[in-house]
């Protein structure tokens, strides 16, 4: 119970009138940054993240995780009323969600799909409070080698699950590791990559190549499709609240099984995106009636979005106990951190107390006032996108030039930001996806100093990575994870060669 | 708890001012971008490689050098470039894919072109009398909006970021000659 006086703890930092004011406003600008096409939850959050510099580090957290929850709650709106998918993980909510909203259910398929993301997001926290503090202080026995072996674990996840062309996985990640070298080297001082320019010294910004990359190439894309829509407006009404919340005992396995999809995926690098089709899959295969899938079923709002909640959320877990990421948006936050000069991982639960607890405190009451926030106010965010996209485009871009700019008061920022803009451009129209350059960019130092400092440790010798159990099975999972695409294509090959002789 | 904004269930219906919707002809296809990126890849992977090299890839006695780890990340990234070419070039996949159409990338064009003269006159008159002229220029000029609700537009939206940011935050900004006759 160690974890509850902890909480409690956390609900009392949280109290102040600042930091709840702080939370409403992240809130806020969260749900509108989620319902604007062109801008989203990582990019929210990485544009609004300079705002929080001045600020104490527990405050700046609240506030981005609040940014980040709202465009979570946004991202269904659109979806919903208008067909278009705010988020890439409410594009499974566009399946039925659409449908119903046609059929004039589009309050109840609002209420479903929020009361959804709440439940998702409540089992993940959930799991935070209990699990998170446990890994922390397992892992404060890691030493360099553990903690290379656990981000070796996490790259060559991304390699072996992910589902994009594996080259093109590999070559996201080894630039992000490349760009993360370049300038002094921690450990000898000697420069790096920088051929001769003065702004690389610094290296490569983590948070100016973010804002470009989802920043600005977004809204290219986004000006790209043109912006004609069509939908529907709502108006939730108690009564419909009321309706679909007495309905929701029915769907407790669909919440259930979406849940724990979620969760599984936010702490693996799987994502909120995988989770939310995963959930609406699963959901129709069980389901006896799975032809009505499709056709504006309320079991197919509350599958995708419990999902990705539940991931949105938890992937904050591996963040806070391990330094590594689950998720785009666990990566800024974790970008957050070291500018306030907070080091992410296990030693974080030990030293501040506040911070951490204070976070968790804020995940439960920043969801509880967002499900509130969005069932009262879902007119007036489906009306920002009445206003032209030609006006919010360039508003969009001066936020984005001041958050690369005022990271370290650098103009080779803005035109870097520019540059990864054209970059990320290009890379999401060939298939090049940008969430391993992102991750690698982030622990790019961080996993070559654990690498370095073990290599310092063991006098050179590789063998170190298999020196005891715990660090030789992570080894060893990692590696396994990273062949397994050639493994699992070899053995349907064998079954194949198999069935194809007996046949 | 409900707010009356728009009449409930009553379709909305947002049209884009800008333009034709005939099938535009393309420009490039996916295939021919895709080994275009590959080649840049593969130059770049030879550049930093190269300079790593200088570094010193070596095995000192306490461990990697520093170029040691970069170096094979070139490899690593070379052999992803060159593995990807080939599929690339054997499958002719994308090749009938359109990467872009004229009149898409008219368009992307016409919001990236601002966003570069925007960069370019920070530099000169300062963010804010940038974003002014930014959002106040592409409304007009590429939305068709009004000029006079463009003008107040980026008047109100660049004052609001000057006042939250300079004054509220005190996040400092590039500044210009009509802030400093001003006397920030």
Known sequence: ?503 | MSITVPEPDKEVVVDDPALPSEPSPAVTSTRSVEIAVYLLLLALALVLGFDNWRTGIGWASDGPRPGYLPFYLCVILAGASVYGLGVTLVKKTGATTTFVTRDQLRRVLQMFVPTFLFCVLTQWLGLYVASFLLIAGFMWLVGRIALWKSVITGFVFSLAMFVTFEIAFDVIMPKGPLEAALGF
């Open chain 1, 1 to 503: 119970m160690e974890a509850f006086t902890l909480l409690l703890h956390g609900f009392a930092v949280l109290l102040t009138w600042k930091t709840l004011s702080l939370m409403m406003v992240g809130l806020v600008l969260g749900v509108f940054v989620g319902v604007l096409p062109g801008l989203g939850g990582p990019n929210g959050v990485a544009i609004l993240l300079p705002l929080t510099f001045t600020m104490d580090p527990t405050s700046a957290i609240v506030m981005l995780s609040c940014i980040y929850w709202g465009a979570l709650f946004g991202g269904a709106i659109t979806s919903i009323l208008f067909n278009i998918p705010g988020e890439a993980w409410s594009v499974a909510t566009t399946f039925d969600g659409y449908p119903m909203a046609q059929q004039g259910k589009a309050a109840e398929a609002l209420t479903a799909a929020f009361t959804s993301s709440f439940i998702g997001s409540l089992v993940a926290v959930l799991l935070i409070t209990f699990l998170a503090p446990s890994i922390a202080s397992f892992a404060l026995r890691f030493g360099p080698p553990e903690f290379f072996a656990v981000y070796l674990l996490t790259f060559c996840s991304f390699v072996g699950l992910g589902r994009e062309e594996k080259q093109k996985t590999i070559i996201s990640m080894t630039l992000g590791l490349l760009l993360a070298a370049i300038g002094m080297d921690t450990v000898s001082g000697q420069l790096r990559m920088t051929f001769g320019l003065d702004p690389l010294l610094r290296g490569v910004n983590f948070l100016v190549a973010v804002i470009g990359l989802f920043g600005i190439s977004e809204i290219l894309l986004t000006m790209e499709e043109r912006l004609a829509l069509r939908g529907h407006s709502a108006n939730i009404n108690l009564r419909v609240v009321l309706r679909v919340w007495k309905g929701l005992p029915r769907y407790w396995v669909t919440l259930l099984r979406s849940s724990a999809i979620g969760c599984w995926l936010g702490i693996t690098p799987g994502g909120a995106i995988a989770a939310s089709f995963m959930g609406y899959n699963l959901a129709k295969r069980f389901s006896r009636d799975p032809a009505s899938f499709g056709k504006g079923r309320i079991e197919g709002v509350f599958a995708p979005e419990t999902a990705a909640h539940a991931s949105g959320t938890s992937a904050l877990l591996p963040m806070l106990a391990l330094g590594i990421p689950g998720s785009g948006t666990a990566a800024i936050l974790l970008g957050g951190l070291l500018v306030w000069g907070l080091n992410p991982g296990p030693l974080l639960f030990a030293d501040h107390k506040d911070f951490v607890w204070g976070l968790i405190a804020s995940m439960y009451l920043g969801n509880v006032v967002g499900l509130v926030l969005v069932l009262t106010t879902v007119p007036i965010f489906a009306s920002i996108l009445r206003v032209p996209f030609s006006a919010i485009a360039p508003m969009i871009v001066v936020s984005c030039a001041i958050g690369a700019y005022a990271i370290q008061n650098a103009m080779f920022d803005v035109w870097l930001m520019l540059l990864f803009g054209v970059v990320g451009y290009v890379f999401k129209k060939i298939g090049i996806p940008l969430a391993p350059f992102t991750l690698a960019l982030v622990l790019g130092n961080r996993s070559e100093d654990a690498f370095r400092l073990s290599m310092i440790g063991a006098g050179g010798d590789l063998r170190v990575f298999w020196s005891n159990s715990l660090v030789g099975s992570i080894t060893t999972l990692a590696l396994l994870l990273l062949i397994w695409p050639v493994v699992s294509s070899g053995a349907s090959r064998i079954r194949q060669a198999i069935a194809g002789g007996t046949a």
